[in-house]
């Protein structure tokens, strides 16, 4: 369905593209992602949130040594599988593997070839869109989705083949953009229709239900899946995000060599000012598997964080928080529906 715009004066095509979803989404019984974590997502997370009716995911480069990752992506096929036996009526969500699509990791073709051995169902790619690896999920009958930090980048990686966008808007932990997510998404469906998921500061079942309402058909949630259970961080990181709020956040560039949001009391910790750190350039950047891997020992202290984490405020079992989304974003929609 295209949907027309008859405003002569309106900057926008007259026409926005037709919304699609490939089945693997459609299916979703809720609109979320919950996002890879570098270091902490592992299969115990992953198998806990795509139980809960959520996407799980992790990155592949959280196996180490890689030998790691055939296990487990095996313990994560066999738990949702038995999962879904014992509970036809509420088979679990789909997962996701994230790979480093960056020219420093030296592992991406041995986890490529595990990723298609489970026939991974969703592959999220970061740091540079590549043509053969979109042909090379899209074989085995997966879906790629693309992280992006503005519109220029989005059609890069539509264009390389990928089959949806993550734009990741201003306050996203970890690496992120300085653009505002309505800007974003805005831009973003002027010329795409298919699968969008937004992130960036989302942690509550009402910034879900406004995600969607922006024009994105999914939310990508990491920092408030750090403060679970079954999250690997230690308990000062988990219990700091529960303390803290978007004026805890510093967005520096000077750990990885890329822009992203960190939690100011790990970088007082680390004794450094977090209102007074130095530039960095983007040649720091390192996702090698060996002991040169500068990217494991930054995000190991300092620990990388969100602004969306005022409205999380316990440790909790990953379920019990998708639960919380699921409940708020239901009294969201009813509020809106009253209003
Ligand atoms: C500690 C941490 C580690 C992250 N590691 C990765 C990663 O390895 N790969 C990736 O694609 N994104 C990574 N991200 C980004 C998230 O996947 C996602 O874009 C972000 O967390 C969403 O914003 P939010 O944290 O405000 O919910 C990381 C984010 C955080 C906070």
New binding site residues.
């Given amino acids: 369905m295209e949907i027309a715009n008859d405003n002569p004066y309106s900057p926008y095509p007259m026409t926005a593209p037709a919304r699609y979803l490939p089945p693997v989404l459609k299916s979703l019984r809720f609109p979320v992602i919950a996002?890879?974590?570098?270091?902490?997502?592992n299969p115990k997370l992953v198998i806990a949130q795509c139980k809960a009716g959520v996407v799980g995911?992790m990155?592949a480069?959280?196996a180490r040594p890689a030998a790691q990752l055939d296990e487990w992506l095996a313990e994560i096929t066999e738990a949702l599988a038995a999962h879904d036996k014992a509970h036809p009526e509420s088979p679990a969500a789909p997962y996701a593997i994230?790979q480093?699509v960056h020219k420093s990791n030296d592992r991406l073709d041995h986890d490529m070839q595990v990723c298609e051995k489970y026939q991974v169902p969703i592959v999220?790619t970061?740091?540079g869109a590549r043509e053969d690896v979109n042909r090379a999920v899209q074989a085995w009958g997966g879906v790629v989705l693309h992280?992006v930090i503005n519109n220029v980048f989005a059609h890069k990686a539509i264009e390389k083949g990928a089959d949806g966008l993550?734009p990741?808007a201003a306050?996203?932990?970890?690496?992120?953009s300085v653009k505002s997510p309505f800007a974003m998404v805005a831009e973003i469906r002027q010329w795409f229709g298919g699968p969008v998921a937004l992130?960036?500061?989302?942690?509550s079942g009402s910034a879900i239900l406004a995600s969607q309402a922006m024009g994105a058909d999914l939310a990508?949630?990491?920092?408030?899946f750090?403060a679970t259970e079954e999250a690997r961080a230690v308990d000062g990181y988990k219990q700091m995000i529960t303390e803290c709020n978007s004026d805890d956040i510093v967005y520096s560039n000077f750990y990885t060599g890329i822009h992203?949001?960190y939690l100011k009391g790990s970088i007082r910790n680390a004794g450094m000012d977090p209102d007074h750190l130095p530039e960095s350039d983007p040649s720091k950047m390192n996702f090698a598997s060996g002991e040169g891997a500068n990217a494991a020992k930054a995000?190991k202290d300092i620990?990388?964080?969100?602004?969306?984490?005022g409205a999380i405020r316990e440790v909790m079992p990953a379920g019990e928080l998708v639960a919380r989304f699921k409940r708020e974003y239901q009294e969201a929609k009813a509020a809106l529906l009253a209003a």
């Fill in positions: 996002s890879p974590l570098f270091i902490i997502s995911s990155p480069l959280n994230n480093i999220i970061s740091l992280d993550i990741v306050g996203a932990g970890g690496h992120a992130s960036g500061a989302i942690s990508y949630i990491g920092s408030a750090i992203g949001n995000w620990w990388g964080c969100g602004q969306g984490i």
